[in-house]
């Protein structure tokens, strides 16, 4: 027996590390929030107080439905640009397919508080679109409010739609139109009883993430929404506000911003399950090359689509170059703004790269192993940590950043203020993703691998460290990229946990924003841009040369 | 006893996969574990490999009790089912790393590698990769990476069943001179009764986790203990007794062949399609035989002979396997058709439990 232990050590030790990491960085936190949900605001009673005051107070209710209009908008929206981009893409040859599928991935990494704030440079108030528009009779609506949201979520998010839907698309075999076409199904009739059915488990996955990312973000309607509240932006706002009684309103409105987030989980993976199919993919479909009219609006319909998604990143790097005078755009280009932010925000730059790196490197070790551990070794314990280790898919940061700081404010472990909370809150953010990239790379290697390995003398972690790494390098490549980028630009989580010395990027360029200092905000983004292109090209040089996002 | 196998026993959530499981295999022996896919004969081999423990029970190899031993210690080579070559290494590297992993000095690995892939026919292939190799090539590098460690015992899982089938057939008559020249002692898994026989020193046919008998592939073939052994290994004809009778030509020339106090309703009678011999002058009979009689229900011409579908008693349908030298021997549908099995082929088994019973002389 205490040789069997010796023998299977490192993999439970692995997976005891698991479950602490879990239950101090998420559920000790998430428990705070609970505990703090239930303390009654002005009395100080504990009960379900403050649940009845938000449903009672229209106050609450409207941002709750707030929250849910823009994020069934931004889903909508994601569909309405996703699905069709997917089937023009797929379906039909158009021109440099390749390179709008680079950019839509590019346009979905970049911040989402950069594209509102992009939207504002072109469309707000003062913005050069508006101006140029009703210089030529057009008023458009206000962008400030849903619309905006709206708008700014739809061209976010809908990469997700579309690359979900190719991937269905391109998994759907063949024969299964033809078969219909066989028996004298119409075209349309086709389409519409074959292709969209099979189709729809994937287009409904990427819904289900641009509904799960519209609901947390916070940075978009902060920038965009005016007087627009949504449950994120209240949830912050009521934390940081000096009033004592608002925290405890802020751990109640988190919670229930997590139950809609499982509502919706909950319902997607219903929908997934009653319809899933299985295809042994004999033969793709053909690439049609359409002519005349259909071929123009179908090149016509996906360059805009990627265009308005890729906009918003021209202005900001063209609005980076535009001297300033103060707050305000000047005349010509010069690097103004580059000099301002090197001359200022130095420190910001070095966190940022430090924070994120030293996050990835623990995002990387540890999302590999605790990958391992759930695909190899299936036991009990390891099944409970498989559903623990996605719990921080369902948390928005906003809520994790008040859960981080309610939890480690206090004995016994006090870490806000430091850099610490800071890498702590990247970290438990982006571990899911990359178990997941490690865990789907794993299980297309053959466990025999590692057990031929075994059997030929390699002890259990010699076998992982020569067989199974080496297999998985490629998804582990991209899979630290993207954690890598969605760390650096982080902001929802990290604006609520930093001090004056641990400021991040992210939150310079929000502050910046905020406070109308578009010329440097525009610079340090494009800076946070460039960033995140070399690592995609990086990525595609030394990876799979594949986006692992989902 | 080279490996001894001790009431051994593993249980998966809701499945028997072993029960008692007593099997010795001697020094330098080919044995087989056969059986249909879920009859536990991977989980054993699995077990002795180190790759699943056992619930009760013990396994020793040479004298040593491995019960506790990590499966990187017990010095089992194992070929898998799909040849699990590491794709990121070339053949040579593949070969070297039981090597590497025993501390063996350079020079001598590179010795014994390009020894060991001699013998499979594999020099020549030492710096390609595995996506440039065929499936039986890929299988030559699994075989001899296994083998270069010197095992004390060799584990094969069902290492033929991806590969086409001729190359099964040249292979596995490859692997059995390898495992003589080298005297090895191997475990070879399969469902392929077939395969079972032409390799095997001795066979333990299995299911549903129980060893139904162990013995040659004579033995098995020949002399099954009960009804799953007989229609596992070969084909086998089956009649319940009273049907038996209704076919038989003489139903008293039948019955005298019944071992004692054996009643016709409650065994069957069985027999191979191969061990029946068709009739071919009317008047002829054979004094040690039984002699059934049908009609043709389908001749299927197969190169080496005829096998018959016969019609028999009350819509039974047997099948009979018959060489034939001449066109025109072979019979037309709906012909009538006799013929015979000497009374020492037929084979009873009791038409409940499904074990033999054996005629009270000999065996």
Known sequence: MLNWIRQHGFWTLISVIGFLVMIILVLYP??????????????????????????????????????????????????????????????????????????????????????????????????????????????????????????????????????????????????????????????????????????????????????????????????????????????????????????????????????????????????????????????????????????????????????????????????????????????????????????????????????????????????????????????????????LLMTPYIIPGTVMGIGLIVAFNKPPIILYGTWAIIIIAYFIRRLPYSVRSAASILQQIDPDLEDAAISLGAPPARAFRKIAIPLMMPGIISGAVMSWITSINELSASILLYVGNTVTMPIRIYAWILGGYFGPAAALATILLLATGLALLMMNIFGKGKVDIL | MYVQIDNLSK???????????????????????????????????????????????????????????????????????????????????????????????????STRVSEVLEMVQMNGYEKRTPEKLSGGQQQRVGLARALVIAPRLLLLDEPLSNLDAKLRLNMREEILDIQRRLGTTAVYVTHDQEEALV??????????????????????????????????????????????????????????????????????ICFRPTDAKIMSGKAETHPEAVHFIGKVKKALFIGSGVIYRILVGEGHILTVHSEISEHNDILDEHEPIEFYVEKEKLLFFNKETGERIRSTKGE
């Not at chain 1, 823009?70 to 889903?75: K, R, W």
């Not at chain 2, 295999?25 to 423990?53: D, H």
């Open chain 2, 199 to 268: 390799i095997s020193d001795r066979i333990a046919v299995m299911n549903l986790g129980v060893v139904q008998q162990v013995g040659t592939p004579w033995e098995i073939y020949r002399d099954p203990i009960n009804e799953f052994v007989s229609s596992f290994v070969g084909s086998m004809n089956k009649l319940l007794g009273d049907a038996a009778l209704i076919a038989s030509k003489s139903p008293k020339e039948l019955s005298s062949t019944f071992p004692p106090g054996t009643k016709a309703e409650s065994c069957k």
């Open chain 2, 11 to 109: 249980n998966f959530p809701g499945v028997k996969a072993l029960q008692n499981v007593n099997i010795t295999i001697n020094e330098g022996e080919f044995f087989t574990l056969l059986g249909p896919s879920g009859c536990g004969k991977t989980t054993l081999l699995r077990i002795i490999a180190g790759f699943y423990q056992q619930d009760t029970g013990h396994i020793k190899i040479a004298g040593d009790l491995i019960d506790t031993v990590p499966p990187h210690r017990r010095d089992i080579g194992m070929v898998f089912q799909n040849y699990a070559v590491f794709p990121h290494m070339s053949v040579e590297q593949n070969v070297a790393f039981g090597l590497e992993n025993r501390k063996v000095p350079k020079e001598e690995i």
């Open chain 1, 30 to 387: 998430l428990f705070n929030i609970v505990i703090q949900s239930f303390i009654g605001i002005e009395t100080e009673k504990v009960g379900i107080g403050n649940y009845i005051t938000f449903f009672k107070n229209p106050y609450y209710l409207k941002t709750l439905l707030n929250s849910l209009v823009v994020s069934i908008g931004g889903t909508l929206g994601a569909i309405i640009l996703g699905v069709p981009l997917a089937f023009f893409t797929t379906r039909y040859k158009i021109f440099g397919t390749p390179v709008l599928s680079s950019l839509a991935t590019l346009a979905l990494l970049t911040p989402p508080f950069l594209g509102a704030y992009a939207w504002i440079v072109m469309l707000g108030r003062n913005g050069f679109l508006r101006a140029g528009l009703s210089a030529i009779g057009i008023n458009l609506p206000s962008v400030y409010g849903a619309f905006g949201i709206i708008l700014v979520y739809s061209l976010q998010y809908y990469p997700f739609v579309f690359l979900l839907t190719v991937n269905g698309l391109q998994t759907i075999d063949r024969s299964l139109e033809e078969a219909a076409a066989n028996i004298g199904t119409t075209p349309f009739r086709r389409f519409y009883k074959i292709t969209i059915p099979l189709v729809t488990p994937s287009i409904t996955s990427g819904a289900l993430l641009a509904f799960m990312l519209s609901l947390a973000n916070f940075g978009t309607p902060q920038i965009i929404g005016g007087r627009f509240r949504v449950l994120p932006t209240m949830a912050y706002n009521m934390y940081t506000s000096e009033i004592a009684d608002r925290p405890a309103m802020a751990s109640t409105i988190s919670l229930i911003l997590v139950f809609v987030a499982s509502i919706a989980i909950f319902i997607q993976k219903y929908a997934a399950k009653r319809r899933k199919y299985t295809s042994n993919l004999l033969y793709k479909s053909a690439v049609v090359k359409l002519e005349g009219v259909k071929n123009f609006f179908a090149h016509f319909v996906s360059y805009l689509i990627v265009f308005l998604s890729t906009l918003p990143m021209a202005v900001v790097v063209v609005f980076a170059f535009k001297n300033t005078n103060g707050p305000v755009f000047a005349q010509g280009f010069g690097l103004d703004s580059f000099r301002q932010v090197s001359r200022e925000v130095p420190l910001a730059i070095a966190n940022s790269f430090w924070f994120s790196i030293v996050a990835v490197i623990l995002i990387v070790i540890l999302g590999t192993l605790f990958g391992f551990i759930i695909t190899r070794r299936q036991n009990a314990m390891n099944r409970i940590l498989d559903t």
